[in-house]
């Protein structure tokens, strides 16, 4: 599926309420709508210039909406489903995170791995073989991948209130007619 306008990029991402990342309900204690709000909050804190990485926090895990029990492909069913809306950047940075996670499982062993993302880390491959890490690490993307990553993972949180989707929509206005900008240039 392929999202080609903000419009229905939210459509989506209003179903994610009430829908978790494994469809029997068992993963993360609370639902896609409320992981990609607290996703996207924590990015916006520490990272409030970079509306694009912001915006792959908000719409990282769609995938497990468009195909429930994908695991290994939901985040490039993700990356794929916003690329011609939302750019190449957000896309690529989707598509990391997956990645970025094998990639601190070599470079921060002792970090903690929420229970659901410990069982996926070997679905989507295990931890990074060092020379894997090494190219993960020369990609021009991979810090800003890691900072995803890290917000995916404290984004979790029941009960926190990270705002409402709605306040999103101008965010992704603006990311969306950026891209369509620079496309049209090209």
């Known amino acids: 599926m392929e999202l080609r306008s903000v419009e229905k990029l939210m459509d989506v991402l209003y179903a994610c309420r009430g829908a978790w990342d494994s469809p029997d309900g068992t993963g993360d204690p609370v639902d ?93 491959g295990g931890p990074m073989s060092p020379a894997e890490a090494a190219a993960f690490a020369r990609d021009p993307l991979a810090e800003d991948a890691v900072a995803l990553r890290q917000a995916d993972e404290a984004g979790r949180v029941v009960g926190l209130d990270a705002g409402v989707l709605e306040d999103w929509r101008t965010v992704l206005e603006l990311v969306a007619a950026r891209h369509a900008r620079l496309g049209a240039v090209d």
Request: net charge positive; no cysteine.
């Open 32 to 124: 896609l709508h409320d992981h990609a709000l607290q996703t996207a909050a924590l990015l916006r804190r520490g990272r409030p210039a970079d509306k694009e990485l912001q915006i792959a926090g908000l719409v990282h895990d769609i995938g497990h909406l468009l195909r429930p029990g994908d695991d290994a492909g939901h985040a490039d069913r993700a990356a794929d489903a916003v690329r011609s809306l939302l750019g190449e950047r957000v896309s690529r940075l989707v598509r990391l995170h997956v990645p970025a996670e094998r990639y601190l499982a070599v470079v921060s062993p002792d970090r903690g791995l929420s229970p659901r993302s410990a069982l996926t880390l070997w679905a989507q």
